[in-house]
């Protein structure tokens, strides 16, 4: 069962996340990808509360900022991932060391593909940027350009919900919780 879960920051989408994995696991093994790779202390408290938030529900952190198929070489495939998040994975794959990467959109897409299609349960979390009407950067706007397309896996995935002002709004599947 896979769920990608969209919306706005700080709405609630990885507390959702997190009761998602627990239902699917039905006392399985289950996995935090962790993705952020942090560049400053807000980075650190923002790690910091999500590790305090999923304290005490028993999942195994991978941190894996890039190269996301690489997480499933330490798991057990047949456990339940939550992917938090698409976002800043995508952040890590656009803006790695060395360099500027505008190409990586279809990497991440085809990465997250492989992801879904090689595990029992996935729920991958997202932002949602797209709302404003504003003009950005070509940098900027190669990132929401980039990241457009990884949100596509969406279509992938069995459910799909957009979290709004702590409300959950089922685009595809069903919420049972």
């Given at each position: 069962?896979?769920?990608?879960?969209?919306?706005?920051?700080k709405?609630?989408?990885s507390?959702?996340?997190?009761?998602l994995?627990?239902?699917?696991?039905e006392?399985?093994?289950?996995?935090?990808?962790?993705?952020?790779?942090?560049?400053?202390e807000?980075?650190?408290?923002?790690?910091?509360?999500?590790i305090?938030?999923?304290?005490?529900?028993?999942f195994?952190?991978?941190?894996?900022?890039r190269d996301?198929?690489a997480?499933?070489e330490?798991?057990?495939?047949?456990?339940?991932?939550?992917?938090?998040?698409?976002?800043?994975?995508?952040?890590?794959?656009?803006?790695p060391?060395?360099?500027?990467d505008?190409d990586?959109?279809?990497?991440?897409?085809?990465?997250?593909?492989?992801?879904?299609?090689?595990v029992?349960?996935a729920?991958?979390?997202?932002?949602?940027?797209?709302?404003d009407?504003?003009?950005?950067?070509?940098?900027?706007?190669?990132?929401?350009?980039?990241?457009?397309r990884?949100?596509?896996?969406?279509l992938?995935?069995?459910?799909?919900?957009?979290?709004?002002?702590?409300?959950?709004i089922v685009?595809?599947?069903?919420?049972?919780?």
């Amino acid at each position: 069962m896979t769920f990608y879960i969209s919306g706005g920051c700080k709405n609630g989408k990885s507390m959702l996340a997190q009761h998602l994995c627990r239902a699917l696991a039905e006392g399985g093994p289950m996995y935090y990808v962790a993705t952020m790779i942090p560049h400053d202390e807000e980075d650190v408290a923002r790690i910091r509360r999500h590790i305090q938030d999923r304290e005490g529900w028993g999942f195994r952190t991978i941190e894996q900022g890039r190269d996301l198929p690489a997480c499933l070489e330490r798991a057990d495939r047949n456990g339940t991932f939550l992917l938090d998040s698409v976002t800043a994975l995508l952040g890590n794959e656009m803006f790695p060391p060395e360099g500027f990467d505008p190409d990586c959109g279809e990497k991440v897409a085809a990465d997250l593909t492989a992801f879904i299609r090689g595990v029992k349960n996935a729920v991958l979390v997202s932002d949602f940027i797209f709302s404003d009407a504003e003009r950005y950067d070509e940098w900027t706007e190669t990132y929401r350009r980039a990241l457009a397309r990884a949100d596509r896996v969406a279509l992938e995935c069995d459910n799909v919900i957009e979290v709004c002002m702590g409300r959950r709004i089922v685009h595809k599947g069903e919420l049972k919780l």
